[in-house]
């Protein structure tokens, strides 16, 4: 599976738009780009995944540059629940049993 | 549906015990796996299963051994734990390994002294 990297840490103040990046360069055709995200001592949660397109669902947007070498998980109204860790995962879909290889993750804070 | 259950939620043992955790899932998932969470890192593939009766090394195997003999239950085993296996656990399964989700257990803390 491809590297990611990501920033260790970004403020977003309340109600604002969260843009968290995540380069992937060597990502291959077949990968996906996912997105978790670890609210403090609890489980991951997944929020988002994507091939090429861009995709939408109701936590969040994901968009993928046209070269594929980089994505942009948008949450678009910040909260402070949405305080977390947010991972960018790049995986085969088919792969070894699935595996997800979690990096350091981008910790995301809200702030009033 | 409860999701992903693990059993026990805390544990501290003494270096030399031995444990089991229990992950268990009622979403029908084929697929299961176990990872550790050390302070301040990424979470890191232990085990994982594709089927009943089936299990596989992940990156850090080290010191667990695993079984699924239930489709819905994924057992975490530490033979003879050692202070560096000090950590959080989650368990977490998924329909298959292909464009779907993992649903994550909230973990269990186990503390090897």
């Known amino acids: 599976d491809a590297k990611t990297t990501q920033p260790t840490s970004m403020d977003c103040a309340e109600g604002r738009a969260a843009n968290l990046p995540c380069n992937h360069s060597?990502?291959?055709?077949?990968?996906?780009v996912y997105w978790y995200r670890q609210i403090h001592s609890q489980g991951p949660q997944y929020i988002i995944h994507g091939l090429k397109n861009n995709e939408t669902n109701e936590m969040a947007s994901l968009i993928i540059t046209e070269d594929r070498k980089s994505s942009t998980l948008i949450l678009p109204h910040a909260t402070l629940r949405d305080t977390a860790v947010y991972y960018c995962i790049v995986r085969v879909a088919r792969n070894q049993g699935g595996k997800l290889i979690f990096g350091q993750g981008t910790e995301l804070s809200v702030k009033p | 549906n409860a999701g992903v259950t693990q059993t026990p939620k805390f544990r501290v043992l003494k270096t030399g015990q031995s444990m089991t955790l229990l992950c268990a899932q009622d979403m029908n998932h084929e697929y299961m796996y176990w990872y550790r969470q050390d302070p301040g890192m990424g979470l890191r593939l232990i085990h994982y299963s594709v089927g009943e009766g089936t299990t596989a090394k992940g990156e850090v195997p080290d010191g667990y051994n695993v079984s699924r003999l239930k489709k819905q239950n994924f057992l975490l085993g530490l033979e003879s734990a050692a202070p560096s296996q000090t950590s959080v656990y989650f368990c977490a399964s998924s329909r298959t390994s292909g464009y779907n989700e993992q649903f994550f257990g909230p973990g269990t803390r186990l503390t090897v002294l």
């Open positions: 060597t990502i291959s055709g077949n990968e996906y």
